[in-house]
């Protein structure tokens, strides 16, 4: 099977998308070190991945931020895993606001499911592993202190 690759803010093949193998590559851009173009090569073979993360995204003008808004809205409600990454470069103040939407949907959302990697000197760790318990528990479970961890587990669970 062949899967895609999706960067924002473009759309995929939908006549071939498999969305029971979509991953979301949720986590810390602006700041951050390019952690999607590894996790996208480990991932594709097993899954249709889509990724905020674009080349050219001018965060002043107002029509591409809202494309780039509304994008990542409807797949993360719509992919059947995201992951989520917490860089040490950045505390990602948009990823953290979409880890809590995130937590609080799968709540309802049964086909869903939530892996979070924490880099280890992630400023907000704490915040992070206590919002996880408190809102969500269960996918407590689902967080590692390593990105190549959580790809493992992710690939392990679900291929």
């Not at 040490?88 to 948009?94: G, K, L, Q, R, S």
């Not at 892996?115 to 919002?131: C, G, S």
């Amino acid at each position: 099977m062949n899967f895609q690759y999706i960067e924002a803010p473009n759309k995929p093949d939908y006549r071939t998308l498999d969305f029971h193998k979509t991953i979301f590559l949720g986590g810390s851009i602006s700041g951050s070190h390019n952690w999607q173009l590894g996790a996208k090569d480990k991932l594709i073979q097993y899954f249709n991945i889509f990724n905020p993360r674009r080349e050219n995204f001018d965060v002043l003008n107002a029509s591409m931020e809202r494309e780039q808004i509304g994008w990542e809205h409807g797949w993360l409600q719509t992919c059947e895993i995201v992951l989520f990454y917490f860089s040490f470069e950045t505390v990602a103040p948009i990823t953290l606001l979409e880890y809590g939407a995130a937590l609080e949907y799968t709540k309802v959302c049964s086909y869903q499911k939530i892996y979070a990697a924490i880099h280890p000197e992630y400023k907000r760790k704490n915040d992070v592993l206590i919002q996880t318990e408190l809102r969500n528990p269960k996918w407590s479970r689902n967080i590692t202190f390593s990105l190549d961890e959580t790809i493992e587990q992710i690939i392990k669970e679900n291929k």
